[in-house]
């Protein structure tokens, strides 16, 4: 079988990859993403903040920074086009002394060399004017309007969508291991042999980006993650805020966050501590404390008593804190996309528009198709449908009336739309849908979620995982109805090799 061969492959389907690949679908190029996960925004694009954030945290002249203003700037059209849940509710960040307003007249400077519009410093007043649940002894602070939210799985998936639909090839279960390089194209190897085959190489391996570059003899670099914890607190939460709350940034971080979810539920965090692990996720209760008693010197109201659920990410660091996108040094026709830490997914559309300009700077012929469609269809939520709405969906799909997942209002049809989309695993249906996290956590609605999966994929029951891999949702047996298979090992699928840690 004759191996495909593609103007481009980006490694890494995480908001980079995916926004990458969505900008070249614009254009008459064969173009490939190979992600080693079996969906997308598995990696770090999955764990995050889920901020827009307006960009006066960074020094003008980073390369974050100006990516992160013009990302932001992009959101709204981006929006209307695809469709993910996104508002503009604007960003607060709170002073408590003189020393801290200070820092709040730099972010403010800062701001406004990068461009960044409506932003004002406020005094007592206006700031508890703005945000009535601030404690008293909030001094005052600044205010930047254009911050926003943002659904983070929501928006990959949607980038992804597009791309395809404009004709992008996805390769998922696509571990990059080896790559070779000969008269002009690479050639590289997943895990378990499969090749494909490229003229330019876009490396947006996120934590991986390090192991990536050495599989393509490209550049030395190393990354370190950067660890943030974060806690989800139930909807209608005591101290909901009607912005983005923060402090005065820390040196390593932009401090612990009181965040309003486009979903109406609350978060708290992230942490921020840089560590070895690749593959640590741990929450700790040590953690928790600090996290709490940072967010109620802002709003005294939150209380961990409604805490749903905690998780962790890990930033892509690189020494120096910047972002690293550029043509390789070593690899001819390699882009590195590295060092995608936070405002990563802020910065996204306009690393795509940057990048792009890379691809052209190296005489890469950009024509643009006559058929590039921007627009993809809203998904169908019966959460958000008013009852005419609903009873027109249950009209042409009875399953939409029948409500697999209670706490997150989520029906039968729009799981089975996921799996058709292509998630086949707990956790990308629950990110596309949002069935499994509200306020239960999937305890009621898993093992209906499992049944459907198996009627619509013919998996059985011990094939079924949460994330891919070995993370297997049954282990062992079940012998009380005997109405499941028993767990063979003989039976496992073949490319069950990435090892995953059991849940976070
Ligand atoms: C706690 C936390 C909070 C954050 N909050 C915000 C925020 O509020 N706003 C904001 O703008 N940014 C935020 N960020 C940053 C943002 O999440 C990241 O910048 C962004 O998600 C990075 O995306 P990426 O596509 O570069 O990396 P990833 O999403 O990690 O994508 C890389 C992909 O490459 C794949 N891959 C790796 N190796 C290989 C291989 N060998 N072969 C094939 N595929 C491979 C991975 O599986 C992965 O899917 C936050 C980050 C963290 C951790």
Redesign the pocket.
């Known amino acids: 079988m004759s191996i495909p061969l593609y103007d481009i492959v980006i490694?890494?389907?995480?908001?980079?990859?995916?926004?990458i690949a969505r900008k070249l679908s614009e254009y008459r190029l064969d173009v490939a993403v190979?992600?080693?996960?079996v969906d997308?925004?598995?990696?770090?694009?999955?764990?995050?903040?889920?901020?827009?954030?307006a960009g006066f945290h960074h020094k003008p002249g980073a390369l974050k920074t100006t990516l992160?203003t013009r990302?932001n700037r992009m959101f709204d059209e981006l929006h209307r086009e695809l469709n993910f849940p996104f508002k503009r509710i604007g960003i607060i960040v709170c002073a408590f002394s003189y020393e801290e307003m200070k820092v709040i007249n730099v972010l403010h400077e800062q701001g406004i060399k990068n461009g960044v519009e409506g932003i004002v410093i406020c005094n007592r007043d206006k700031i508890h004017e703005l945000e009535p649940g601030l404690n008293r002894d909030v001094i005052g602070g600044l205010y930047a309007p254009s911050g926003g939210i943002i659904e983070?799985y929501q928006f990959?998936f949607s980038l992804m969508e597009s791309a395809r639909k404009n004709g992008v090839d996805l390769h998922t279960d696509?571990?990059?291991?080896r790559a070779e390089y000969s008269a002009g194209v690479y050639t590289l190897y997943?895990t378990y042999n499969e090749k494909v085959r490229s003229r330019y190489v876009i490396n947006?391996?996120?934590?991986?980006?390090d192991?990536?570059s050495r599989?393509l003899h490209a550049d030395d670099f190393k990354i370190i993650p950067?660890?943030?914890?974060?806690y989800i607190l139930e909807r209608n939460a005591k101290g909901f805020p009607r912005q983005v709350i923060f402090p005065v940034p820390r040196s390593n971080s932009k401090g612990i966050?009181i965040?309003p979810t486009v979903y109406g539920t609350m978060m708290i965090?992230?942490t921020a501590e840089d560590i070895n692990d690749k593959e640590d996720y741990s929450t700790t209760y040590k953690n928790l404390e600090e996290v709490f008693s940072e967010a109620r010197r802002m709003v005294d109201a939150i209380s961990k008593k409604e805490i749903i659920t905690s998780f962790?990410?890990?930033?892509?660091t690189l020494k120096g804190n910047d972002f690293y996108i550029d043509l390789s040094k070593k690899a001819p026709n390699v882009i590195q996309?590295a060092g995608?830490?936070?405002?990563?997914?802020?910065?996204?559309p306009a690393?795509a528009l940057y990048v792009t300009g890379l691809l052209e700077d190296r005489g890469l012929r950009l024509v643009k198709k006559r058929r590039f469609d921007p627009v993809i269809g809203k998904p169908h939520r019966i959460r958000d449908s008013g009852a005419e709405e609903i009873t027109k969906l249950i009209e042409k799909d009875p399953s939409y009336g029948h409500v697999v997942c209670r706490c997150e209002c989520v029906s039968e049809a729009e799981v089975v739309e996921a799996i058709r989309k292509g998630h086949t695993t707990l956790d990308g249906i629950k990110f596309y849908t949002r069935a499994g996290m509200g306020r239960c956590q999937g305890g009621f609605c898993t093992y209906k979620i499992m049944k459907i999966l198996m009627r619509e994929t013919g998996t059985g029951a011990d094939e079924l995982t949460k994330r891919g891999g070995m993370s297997f949702l049954i282990q062992g047996h079940i012998s009380t109805d005997g109405w499941y298979p028993e767990k063979n090992a003989s039976q496992q699928p073949e490319k069950a090799e990435n090892h995953e840690p059991a849940d976070r």
Not at 204 to 209: D, R, T
Not at 312 to 316: D, E, K, Q, T, W
Request: aromatic share 2%; proline share 6%; no cysteine.
């Open positions: 490694i890494g389907a995480g908001v980079s990859g995916s926004a190979l992600e080693k996960h997308v925004s598995f990696g770090v694009s999955k764990a995050n903040s889920g901020i827009i954030h992160e990302g983070p990959v696509f571990n990059v291991e997943s947006a391996a996120g934590l991986h980006a192991d990536v599989i950067r660890k943030g914890e974060e966050l965040i965090g992230p962790a990410g890990l930033r892509p996309v995608i830490q936070s405002p990563g997914l802020t910065a996204s690393i």
